[in-house]
Nanobody, 125 residues
Framework: VQLQASGGGMVEAGDSLTLSCTASGSTDEIYAMGWFRQAPGKEREFVGVIRWSDESTYYADPVKGRFTISGDSAKSTVYLRMNNLKAEDTAVYYC???????????????????WGQGTLVTVSS
């Protein structure tokens, strides 16, 4: 599975931005697609994930109520709509796919086996 993320850019605090990520290759292995982010000097952290079977979503606490994940399983594409962006949202955002045998809901970080190249989001205050 290959993942291609896009949509990053530089915005001001309070603005909105939508990221997208499209998978290619063995897309029949994909049952969920997630987003992570990594700020400068910090570890990569979970943002959210969507499960294709029922389109259920899970979010990290810092983004709940501001970020929304949606997607089109037929197109193997996931979106991350980010509203009311804050300076602390500045990071490289990665899309990722968990192994189809993952057992946790939502999947734990180590269960993600495919990663995109990342797209940079910079929020100025």
């Amino acid at each position: 599975v290959q993942l291609q993320a896009s949509g990053g850019g530089m915005v001001e605090a309070g603005d909105s931005l939508t990221l997208s990520c499209t998978a290619s290759g063995s897309t029949d292995e994909i049952y969920a697609m997630g987003w992570f982010r990594q700020a400068p000097g910090k570890e990569r952290e979970f943002v959210g994930v969507i499960r294709w079977s029922d389109e259920s979503t899970y979010y990290a606490d810092p983004v709940k109520g501001r970020f929304t994940i949606s997607g089109d399983s037929a197109k193997s594409t996931v979106y991350l709509r980010m509203n009311n962006l804050k300076a602390e949202d500045t990071a490289v955002y990665y899309c990722a796919v968990p192994d189809r045998s993952s057992v946790y809901v939502p999947p734990l970080r180590y269960e993600y086996v495919y990663w995109g190249q990342g797209t940079l989001v910079t929020v100025s205050s």
